[in-house]
T-cell receptor, first 114, second 114 residues
């Protein structure tokens, strides 16, 4: 089954404690991205990757890092989480970069930073 | 710059009633248009998409949307709403160029009352 898998689904952590949210897709998609969803703001892109070892900032990259060492995996790293990073995070993948390709989403990771 | 506006933050309809969710976009060229649904605790799922051709597109779960170029709109409709349609709905625009080329609206939350 084609899918994007995120882990963990829920995470509560303390300010400053490094964490990683994993994302994996089994569709051999080139393009992967991370979004955060906040009430009233919709989905905002954090980082995206056009292929292995090619990543770039989205609209809200501050406080986040990513890596793309393998095509299927695109982890999101918070080196020093802060309470304003409390949010619902989604990983997504697309077959290609063209605007007419749909995005496939993971089930989300709800992060709380206290 | 591209943008997507969903003017209704929250809509409540009775089960069995018809539904229309509004979406307006701003984009200089012909856009690629999508509607996604996010059920509680789930990721986003594609409902339907428009790339070209017939301006009335059919999607899953009995939804349809109509592209109106003159109004820069892509409204989502359903003739008879079911309780299971309660969710958040996102309109998105895909641009023809650019590396960061999928833009989401802020979402409309649908409540269905018996």
């Amino acid at each position: 089954e084609a899918q994007v898998t995120q882990n963990p689904r829920y995470l509560i952590t303390v300010t400053g404690k490094k964490l990683t949210v994993t994302c994996s897709q089994n569709m051999n998609h080139e393009y992967m991205s991370w979004y955060r969803q906040d009430p009233g703001l919709g989905l905002r892109q954090i980082y995206y990757s056009m292929n292995v070892e090619v990543t770039d900032k989205g609209d809200v990259p501050e406080g986040y890092k990513v890596s793309r060492k393998e095509k299927r995996n695109f982890p999101l790293i918070l080196e020093s989480p802060s309470p304003n990073q409390t949010s619902l995070y989604f990983c997504a993948s697309r077959k290609a970069l063209t605007g007419n390709t749909e995005a496939f989403f993971g089930q989300g990771t709800r992060l709380t930073v206290v | 710059a591209q943008s997507v506006t969903q003017p209704d933050i929250h809509i409540t309809v009775s089960e069995g009633a018809s539904l229309e969710l509004r979406c307006n976009y701003s984009y200089g060229a012909t856009p690629y248009l999508f509607w996604y649904v996010q059920s509680p605790g789930q990721g986003l799922q594609l409902l339907l998409k428009y790339f070209s051709g017939d301006t009335l597109v059919q999607g899953i779960k009995g939804f349809e949307a109509e592209f109106k170029r003159s109004q820069s709109s892509f409204n989502l409709r359903k003739p008879s709403v079911h309780w299971s349609d309660a969710a958040e709905y996102f309109c998105a625009v895909g641009a023809q160029t650019g590396a960061n080329n999928l833009f989401f609206g802020t979402g409309t939350r649908l409540t269905v009352i018996p």
